[in-house]
């Protein structure tokens, strides 16, 4: 497997970038390619590289902030001419910087992304779609959950049927033909971001890479009629979500590579093998997050590189030229021409410049600390945040990447949270005592080191225990200022939305009725639940399924003016939810009317289910706590063959262990935990109160055996 050696070479800084907002032009006659980009000032710059120094071609003035950039052209002609869009409206310019197009399109929200195929221009906010032919709308659709973004497949002829693919927010790719979907498919993940396979959607002209969310990557054929699954890559390393895919041959086998940018800096290609399935090749992590990336030769002739923009505005390559040979080549006393001379007293000016511009304008700040009538005014920052659940692990990462370095973050949340380690932090962190009668339950510092743009911090939540999270981020400007975040903590919220359930468990029921509109109950469910479509759906009922992460039970919604039923295996969900919506419904001063039927076996059910998790998490302690011993045993003898193959296997994995133990540290104390709310729960629906008991469930787990627990739970 031939394995890549790239260097990176950074091109030049602009504003703050959003995904997919630069992009290469077209190489003409071998020619090195150009770079376009569009930042958050409203500046669309095309530049190319003259020895390795950015020269402008075109420069905008100043607008409102870029949120896409396209290139688009005639059908089978070159596609150089550059559209961005901004707000409501898009702008093409020729690849010389003369604006041909400006067009005022009639959304309601901001233009999130954007494709444009021959005289077509499909935009979509955050829930509308429409299309336009010529600047006259041919088409519009209407998303029941937020779209994260478009493409459109290849027209076969300049009159062919223009075939767009939505990438939304239920983990759904939509197919639309016109204003009318032809057909949905599950993906395994959220969908952040959409490409054309080997950038022309394959031999069969209707293959799509899709990017999701929470890390994974996958090819899908989008026939006619369904969709056709051809690979899917886990995120088996727990990195970032995908921002960014493109295709280009950057290992020289005469086959197209992929290439995959990430939110936490990542950069990764993959190669294919003889089956066609994708194989990883190289992997970089540049700690910005990535929001662009394109394969191409911008720098030097001959030399392919990987071309990437990251939220802070870096433009950077990752070449495959090598500079060590470079070094290696020059002579022992080096003679600088003239040209390079002039060039470094040039630098050396500028560098004196800006010193002494530093110097007075500092001087001038000063004076106007001792001014009584001086107003200070603070200089405000942007920051990129996410909060987000993950279904391997069942833990939230908050995400925060500033255009400043960060100086520190407090998190304070007012309900109990587990704050997990991190690979990614260096931080150090720093834990204060709180009083829950002044709504705090955690107050955590993170104290960052110098230049540290971006924080990825993982919290575990306890369903049940619903509230607002809060992160104050400081950064390291003078004068000190800070930018407060706040995250919602739901009720359930270790529920992911899912599209297939598994039909045959025993489940109770829970059924609310009362004088309540579909608006109302929708959102109450809208603060319980969470990937729960902000707006309401265009239906008349709405069916929703959800799965828990954490355990694996199911959920099924079907709610209606004046109906809601919800469907549950495990009886602690519908506790919650019974508990939540009888105090939203209070609040409203709406009647509510509850039945309730629940299933003793479906409590053995929960329990079976819980089981294998206990018993993997009893073993991993077991052996977590037997390694410091096994390994001065193994110190002091001079070989471990007296040992069992158990205890040998311990020793071999100890790391392994060390480190999944570490990811976990409290798992076998939730599962404890969810099963002590599992019984109280039982037997608060039948009108018994067990808490009395708790003491005696407790010394059953701390000697837990399956059975004993299910005659406990059945004699109880």
Same mark, same amino acid.
């Given at each position: 497997?031939?394995?890549?050696?790239?260097?990176?070479v950074d091109y030049c800084q602009v504003?703050?970038?959003?995904?997919?907002?630069?992009?290469?032009?077209?190489?003409?006659?071998?020619?090195?390619?150009? *770079?376009?980009?569009?930042?958050?000032?409203?500046? *669309?710059?095309?530049?190319?590289?003259?020895?390795? #120094?950015?020269?402008?071609?075109? $420069?905008?003035?100043?607008?409102?902030?870029?949120?896409?950039?396209?290139?688009?052209?005639?059908?089978?002609? *070159?596609?150089?001419?550059?559209?961005?869009?901004?707000?409501?409206?898009?702008?093409?310019?020729?690849?010389?910087?003369?604006?041909?197009?400006?067009?005022?399109?009639?959304? /309601?929200?901001?233009?999130?992304?954007?494709?444009?195929?021959?005289?077509?221009?499909?935009?979509?906010?955050?829930?509308?779609?429409?299309?336009?032919?010529?600047? &006259? #709308?041919?088409?519009?659709?209407?998303?029941?959950?937020?779209?994260?973004?478009?493409?459109?497949?290849?027209?076969?002829?300049?009159?062919?049927?223009?075939?767009?693919?939505?990438?939304?927010?239920?983990?759904?790719?939509?197919?639309?033909?016109?204003?009318?979907?032809?057909?949905?498919?599950?993906?395994?993940?959220?969908?952040?971001?959409?490409?054309?396979? @080997?950038?022309?959607?394959?031999?069969?002209?209707?293959?799509?890479?899709?990017?999701?969310?929470?890390?994974?990557?996958?090819?899908?054929?989008?026939?006619?009629?369904?969709?056709?699954?051809?690979?899917?890559?886990? @995120?088996?390393?727990?990195?970032?979500?995908?921002?960014?895919?493109?295709?280009?041959?950057?290992?020289?086998?005469?086959?197209?590579?992929?290439?995959?940018?990430?939110?936490?800096?990542?950069?990764?290609?993959?190669?294919?093998?003889?089956?066609d399935n994708p194989e990883l090749r190289?992997?970089?992590?540049?700690?910005?997050?990535?929001?662009?990336?394109?394969?191409?030769?911008?720098? /030097?002739?001959?030399?392919?590189?990987?071309? %990437?923009?990251?939220?802070?505005?870096?433009?950077?390559?990752?070449?495959? #030229?090598?500079?060590?040979?470079?070094?290696?080549?020059?002579?022992?006393?080096?003679?600088?021409?003239?040209?390079?001379?002039?060039?470094?007293?040039?630098?050396? +000016?500028?560098?004196?410049?800006?010193?002494?511009?530093?110097?007075?304008?500092?001087?001038?700040?000063?004076?106007?600390?001792?001014?009584?009538?001086? !107003?200070?005014?603070?200089?405000?920052?942007?920051?990129?945040?996410?909060?987000?659940?993950?279904?391997?692990?069942?833990?939230?990462?908050?995400?925060?990447?500033?255009?400043?370095?960060?100086?520190? %973050?407090?998190? &304070?949340?007012?309900?109990?949270?587990?704050?997990?380690?991190?690979?990614?932090?260096?931080?150090?962190?720093?834990?204060?005592?709180?009083?829950?009668?002044?709504?705090?339950?955690?107050?955590?510092?993170?104290?960052?080191?110098?230049?540290?743009?971006?924080?990825?911090?993982?919290?575990?939540?306890?369903?049940?225990?619903?509230?607002?999270?809060?992160?104050?981020?400081?950064?390291?400007?003078?004068?000190?200022?800070?930018?407060?975040?706040?995250?919602?903590?739901?009720?359930?919220?270790?529920? &992911?939305? /899912?599209?297939?359930?598994?039909?045959?468990?025993?489940?109770?029921?829970?059924?609310?009725?009362?004088?309540?509109?579909?608006?109302?109950?929708?959102?109450?469910?809208?603060?319980?639940?969470?990937?729960?479509?902000?707006?309401?759906?265009?239906?008349?009922?709405?069916?929703?399924?959800?799965? @828990?992460?954490?355990?694996? +039970?199911?959920?099924?919604?079907?709610?209606?003016?004046?109906?809601?039923?919800?469907?549950?295996?495990?009886?602690?969900?519908?506790?919650?939810?019974?508990?939540?919506?009888?105090?939203?419904?209070?609040?409203? $001063?709406?009647? !509510?009317?509850?039945?309730?039927?629940?299933?003793?076996?479906?409590? !053995?059910?929960?329990?079976?289910?819980?089981?294998?998790?206990?018993?993997?998490?009893?073993? !991993?302690?077991?052996? *977590?706590?037997?390694?410091?011993?096994?390994?001065?045993?193994?110190?002091?003898?001079?070989?471990?063959?007296?040992?069992?193959?158990?205890?040998?296997?311990i020793l071999e994995n100890a790391e392994?262990?060390?480190?999944?133990?570490?990811?976990?540290?409290?798992?076998?104390?939730?599962?404890?935990?969810?099963?002590?709310?599992?019984?109280?729960?039982?037997?608060?629906?039948?009108? &018994?109160?067990?808490?009395?008991?708790?003491?005696?469930?407790?010394?059953?787990?701390?000697?837990? #055996?399956?059975?004993?627990?299910?005659?406990?739970?059945?004699?109880?």
């Amino acid at each position: 497997m031939l394995q890549l050696q790239l260097n990176r070479v950074d091109y030049c800084q602009v504003g703050t970038t959003n995904a997919k907002c630069m992009k290469l032009m077209p190489s003409v006659q071998k020619e090195l390619q150009r *770079v376009v980009v569009g930042d958050s000032s409203g500046v *669309v710059q095309l530049f190319a590289i003259k020895q390795k #120094e950015p020269v402008n071609i075109f $420069k905008s003035l100043p607008s409102k902030r870029i949120t896409r950039v396209e290139l688009a052209g005639k059908f089978n002609d *070159v596609y150089d001419r550059i559209f961005a869009s901004s707000l409501s409206t898009v702008t093409g310019y020729s690849k010389k910087g003369k604006q041909f197009f400006s067009f005022e399109t009639n959304m /309601t929200e901001p233009i999130r992304s954007m494709s444009v195929m021959g005289d077509n221009l499909c935009i979509t906010g955050s829930y509308v779609y429409n299309c336009y032919k010529n600047s &006259q #709308e041919s088409a519009y659709y209407l998303c029941p959950d937020k779209i994260n973004d478009v493409i459109c497949l290849p027209l076969t002829s300049a009159d062919s049927k223009l075939i767009p693919i939505l990438a939304c927010n239920d983990r759904t790719l939509r197919v639309l033909d016109d204003s009318i979907v032809l057909y949905e498919t599950e993906v395994a993940g959220p969908p952040s971001t959409l490409a054309l396979h @080997n950038r022309d959607a394959g031999l069969s002209g209707n293959e799509i890479v899709y990017g999701t969310s929470d890390g994974k990557v996958g090819l899908l054929e989008m026939n006619a009629d369904e969709p056709l699954p051809k690979w899917e890559l886990a @995120n088996d390393r727990r990195l970032g979500g995908i921002s960014c895919l493109d295709s280009y041959d950057i290992t020289s086998d005469g086959i197209l590579d992929l290439l995959v940018g990430r939110e936490d800096g990542t950069i990764e290609v993959y190669g294919y093998d003889s089956m066609d399935n994708p194989e990883l090749r190289y992997t970089y992590n540049g700690n910005e997050g990535i929001t662009s990336i394109q394969g191409g030769c911008i720098g /030097t002739p001959g030399y392919d590189e990987i071309v %990437v923009s990251t939220y802070n505005g870096w433009i950077f390559g990752l070449t495959s #030229e090598s500079f060590n040979k470079e070094l290696s080549a020059l002579p022992a006393t080096l003679s600088v021409d003239k040209d390079s001379s002039a060039k470094m007293n040039k630098l050396k +000016s500028e560098l004196d410049k800006l010193q002494s511009q530093v110097v007075k304008m500092r001087n001038v700040y000063q004076s106007t600390l001792t001014n009584p009538n001086s !107003l200070s005014q603070l200089k405000t920052f942007q920051i990129n945040n996410r909060f987000e659940l993950n279904r391997d692990d069942a833990s939230y990462t908050l995400s925060i990447e500033a255009e400043v370095p960060i100086d520190n %973050v407090l998190l &304070q949340c007012d309900v109990p949270i587990d704050l997990l380690d991190s690979e990614k932090n260096s931080c150090v962190v720093s834990y204060s005592e709180c009083d829950e009668n002044d709504g705090n339950f955690v107050l955590v510092t993170y104290r960052c080191q110098a230049n540290t743009t971006r924080l990825d911090i993982k919290i575990r939540t306890i369903e049940g225990q619903y509230g607002m999270l809060q992160a104050y981020v400081t950064s390291r400007i003078q004068p000190k200022n800070c930018l407060v975040k706040q995250y919602v903590i739901k009720p359930l919220s270790l529920h &992911q939305r /899912t599209h297939l359930i598994d039909d045959k468990r025993p489940i109770n029921k829970l059924k609310l009725s009362g004088n309540f509109s579909l608006a109302e109950i929708h959102s109450w469910l809208y603060y319980s639940i969470p990937e729960i479509p902000e707006k309401v759906p265009a239906e008349n009922e709405i069916k929703f399924y959800f799965i @828990n992460t954490f355990l694996g +039970s199911q959920l099924e919604i079907n709610y209606k003016q004046n109906e809601a039923i919800f469907k549950s295996e495990n009886v602690s969900t519908i506790s919650i939810l019974k508990d939540v919506l009888s105090k939203k419904a209070t609040d409203k $001063k709406v009647v !509510l009317n509850i039945d309730l039927e629940t299933t003793p076996e479906s409590t !053995l059910y929960t329990l079976k289910c819980i089981h294998p998790m206990i018993d993997y998490h009893m073993l !991993l302690a077991k052996k *977590v706590h037997l390694i410091d011993a096994l390994k001065e045993l193994a110190v002091n003898e001079n070989n471990t063959n007296f040992l069992t193959p158990e205890y040998q296997e311990i020793l071999e994995n100890a790391e392994r262990y060390k480190e999944e133990y570490k990811r976990s540290p409290s798992h076998l104390e939730r599962l404890y935990g969810m099963i002590t709310d599992l019984y109280i729960d039982k037997f608060k629906f039948i009108g &018994q109160n067990v808490k009395n008991k708790v003491s005696l469930l407790v010394e059953k787990l701390d000697n837990y #055996e399956l059975d004993e627990l299910i005659k406990f739970f059945q004699s109880s």
